[in-house]
């Protein structure tokens, strides 16, 4: 997803400080038997772009699951969701997906 998310920005000439994107990840695990299984992970990017690029990266986040061959191959099996922390000038946002995207 973070490689999709990027590739998306790039995609869309937004400039964004290729230093501070970062991405951290949070997972539930349960126990099944002898062994772990994921549940659920949740991605929450942090990102730098330029104020008159806002709109379009908010865009670029809203479809960038859809590319991601990641997500698309476990999405069935693992719920996973994302939010942003997206600085553009003196202003911080908060974005998040709309709905899960999938169930577990």
């Known amino acids: ?3 999709t998310l990027r590739g998306a920005l790039a995609g869309r000439k937004i400039a964004f400080d290729r230093d501070s994107y970062k991405a951290t990840v949070e997972g539930r695990i349960v126990g099944v038997g002898k062994t772990i299984r994921i549940r659920s992970m949740h991605v929450h990017y942090d990102l ?7 709109e ?12 991601c061959p990641a997500h698309q ?14 600085r553009a000038g003196d202003r911080t946002l908060t974005v998040q997906e709309e709905s899960h995207a999938a169930s577990a």
Do not use: C, F, N
């Open 73 to 86: 191959s476990v999405k069935d099996a693992i719920q996973i969701t994302w939010a942003a922390t997206l």
């Open 48 to 54: 730098t772009v330029p104020p008159d690029a806002v």
């Open 56 to 67: 379009a990266t908010e865009r670029a986040l809203a479809v960038h699951v859809q590319g």
């Open 1 to 3: 997803m973070y490689g």
